[in-house]
């Protein structure tokens, strides 16, 4: 049961590179988050896609592009990292549609280090 | 706009101790209530969820929540702890508006001891 999946699970970057978190579920479901997770502060929606095709900012989209490339996969870009994007990153996945929530499944998250 | 406040960032507690870990909610309209667990180094699963009908609702692991729309409270509570459920532990709320988006608290780190 793989279910949420993301890659790398560890990255260590330097100020101003830029890398893509990977992130694809199994189960079929239509909407896709990308979380960020900081001590003291909880989780925070970077952003979301409520279904293919659709993708909308959350409560900390600045510095952070995504992807829906597809049903299965959302991928997250980071493309000038700053030490303030050093984070837990975590993607999930529900099968919520038609404006009716459902519950997220998580990702085990990656955690990015920015020097 | 909807917010979570979880008071407490820390509660220990001894094993085989009951434990209430706090969850109060701000919205002006009907809201949906979820309580998220995170074991170390790992992502966040879920315990229970309300969505409506009976204001008690029960989840895994024993434990279990009840809604209060007077208090705007979600409050968790498990009658006896164990070692494994050292974890921290998270409550979110979304609404019919907002129905995409959840909104967590800053979380509870729940420390049981012997």
């Known amino acids: 049961n793989a279910g949420v999946t993301q890659t790398p699970k560890f990255q260590v970057l330097k100020t101003g590179q830029s890398m893509t978190l990977q992130c694809a579920q199994d189960?079929?479901?239509?909407?896709m988050y990308w979380y960020r997770q900081d001590p003291g502060m909880g989780l925070r929606l970077i952003y979301y896609?409520?279904?293919?095709?659709?993708?909308d900012k959350g409560e900390v989209p600045n510095g952070y592009n995504v992807s829906r490339l597809n049903k299965r996969e959302f991928s997250l870009r980071l493309e000038s990292a700053a030490p303030s994007q050093t984070s837990v990153y975590f993607c999930?996945?529900?099968?919520?549609?038609?404006?009716?929530?459902?519950?997220?499944?998580f990702g085990e998250g990656s955690r990015l280090t920015v020097l | 706009a909807q917010s979570v406040t979880q008071l407490d960032s820390q509660v220990p507690v001894f094993e085989e101790a009951p434990v209430e870990l706090r969850c109060n909610y701000s919205?002006?309209?009907?809201?949906?209530l979820f309580w998220y667990v995170q074991y170390p180094n790992q992502g966040l699963q879920l315990l229970l969820k309300?969505?409506?009908?009976?204001?008690l609702v029960k989840g895994i692991n024993g434990f279990e929540a009840e809604f209060n729309k007077s208090q705007t409270s979600f409050h968790l509570r498990k009658p006896s702890v164990h070692i494994s459920d050292t974890a921290e532990y998270f409550c979110?709320?979304?609404?019919?508006?907002?129905?995409?988006?959840?909104?967590f608290g800053t979380g509870t780190r729940l420390q049981v001891t012997l």
């Open positions: 999930a996945s529900s099968p919520a549609s038609g404006g009716v929530f459902m519950e997220l499944f």
């Open positions: 189960m079929n479901h239509n909407s």
């Open positions: 896609s409520a279904s293919e095709g659709t993708t």
């Open positions: 919205s002006s309209v009907s809201v949906y």
């Open positions: 309300y969505l409506s009908g009976s204001t």
């Open positions: 979110a709320v979304t609404s019919q508006r907002t129905a995409s988006k959840l909104t």
